[in-house]
């Protein structure tokens, strides 16, 4: 008879996401397992449960969610939580703090619909940011020259020295936005645009938009009033707006929650699996077809 289906939720937040709760319940789940406040240091006590509790044949029932609100956190969580794995006592784990991946593969994913990635030049707003970061990533892997922007030039340096130690072929330009004529020259010749900033943050103004006529495709990832990109619906999917096909939040959450859903139930295929964000892409991409 097969184990039961458990997923151990790892959150560096104090309480768990109940919104990654429900999407795991969601996918199937059969028990789920939350701890909050879990940091590098006292992680490796909860990962050795998963792995020595079944045998070797049933460790695919068994998986790890890593998620909070800081992907940096995060990272060094997961970080650790590899180091735990050895030879086939492991499981597999599903990274995705603070929605990160599956919000920018889901955005990569709209925008490869209607724009040439290859050699297409893009701007991330808030490209400092946990999606922004896994945007920049995913855009730069496909071949699109990035520009990572943000209102600090030092972060956006940061981040793009940050892709380019995993993607050293990686086309990135760091660009300050802390104003409209600034955020409209960080656009200037590009043909899209993703908007990844906090909730409730104007980052682009009907002002400096209407300074580059030239941008096919706008994703505004703030369903929060104010949004990310004025003139942009939460709703909007594929709507054309002053001469670009838009994408909001909504239009973009349907498909993030079909690549979340999916992610989990991937889990469990097998046990060795590390599903970071060129994994959820390609999953993304598998969903599409």
């Known amino acids: 008879m097969s184990k039961p289906k458990i997923l151990i939720q790892l959150d560096t937040d104090s309480h768990p996401s109940t919104f990654d709760a429900v999407v795991a319940v969601d996918a199937g789940v059969d028990h789920l397992f939350q701890y909050g406040g879990v940091t590098p240091e006292n992680v490796e006590g909860l990962v050795h449960g998963a792995m020595f509790t079944r045998g070797p044949g049933d460790l695919h029932q068994t998986a790890i969610f890593i998620g909070g609100s800081s ?20 499981v597999s784990v599903l990274f995705d703090a603070n929605g ?4 920018a593969a889901a955005a990569v994913l709209a925008a490869a619909k209607h724009v040439s990635l290859e050699g297409a030049t893009a701007t991330v707003l808030a490209g400092t940011g946990p999606v922004g970061q896994r945007a920049a990533r995913l855009l730069a892997a496909r071949g699109a020259q990035v520009r990572v922007a ?29 104003g409209a004529d ?18 409730g943050v104007e980052l682009l103004s009907a002002e400096a938009r209407n300074q580059v006529p030239e ?5 505004d990832l703030n369903a929060v009033p104010p949004l990310g990109i004025a003139g942009i619906q939460p709703p909007d999917k594929a709507v054309e707006r002053d001469g670009a096909i838009c994408y909001g939040a909504l239009g973009v959450g349907g498909t993030k929650m079909k690549i979340h859903r999916a992610a989990i139930e991937r889990l469990f295929a097998s046990n060795d699996q590390i599903l970071d964000a060129e994994e959820v892409f390609t999953l993304g991409e598998s969903l599409a077809k």
């Open 71 to 90: 992907v940096e956190a995060g990272e060094r969580l997961l970080e650790r939580v590899r180091k735990c794995f050895f030879g086939p006592m492991r």
């Open 100 to 103: 990160a991946n599956t919000t």
């Open 150 to 178: 943000s209102r600090a030039i030092a972060k956006a340096e940061a981040v793009c020295n940050a892709i380019r130690s995993r993607q050293p072929a990686a086309k990135l330009t760091p660009v300050q936005t802390s």
């Open 182 to 199: 600034e955020t409209a020259s960080a656009l200037r010749g590009a043909s899209l645009v993703i908007a990844a900033g906090a909730a």
């Open 215 to 219: 941008l096919k495709l706008a994703i």
